[in-house]
Nanobody, 120 residues
Framework: QVQLVESGGGLVQAGGSLRLSCAAS????????MGWFRQAPGKERELVAR????????YYADAGKGRFTISRDNAKTTVYLQMNSLKPEDTAVYYC?????????????WGQGTQVTVSS
């Protein structure tokens, strides 16, 4: 199993910045990607950004392009989401996940989520 612990959420004014962290532990050796998702009240959970386990490639959904940056610290198996120029519509619970495969069977683990609230 893989355990994920998110931190860094909070309340910020529009235009401000936050950096979210997601620390992974456990059996991470079979993992190949980590991602940040978010879920606003009454909406589906959506992908925000994704990064390969080795940090070699990244993907951003349209909502965060140009404002959000995903990165990772391999030594600490921690993934970060730097969010700049935050907007009220960025308000949501942010979750990180990890994807991998063991003996041909894929897996996905999720963190508990961290609340981000952007005031106008």
């Amino acid at each position: 199993q893989v355990q994920l612990v998110e931190s860094g959420g909070g309340l910020v004014q529009a235009g401000g910045s936050l950096r979210l962290s997601c620390a992974a532990s456990g059996r991470t050796s079979s993992s190949y990607a980590m991602g940040w998702f978010r879920q606003a009240p009454g909406k589906e959970r959506e992908l925000v950004a994704r990064i390969a386990w080795d940090g070699g490639s990244t993907y951003y959904a349209d909502a965060g392009k140009g404002r959000f940056t995903i990165s990772r610290d391999n030594a600490k198996t921690t993934v970060y989401l730097q969010m700049n120029s935050l907007k009220p519509e960025d308000t949501a619970v942010y979750y990180c996940n990890v994807e991998g495969r063991v003996a041909g069977t894929p897996y996905v683990y999720w963190g508990q989520g961290t609340q981000v609230t952007v005031s106008s």
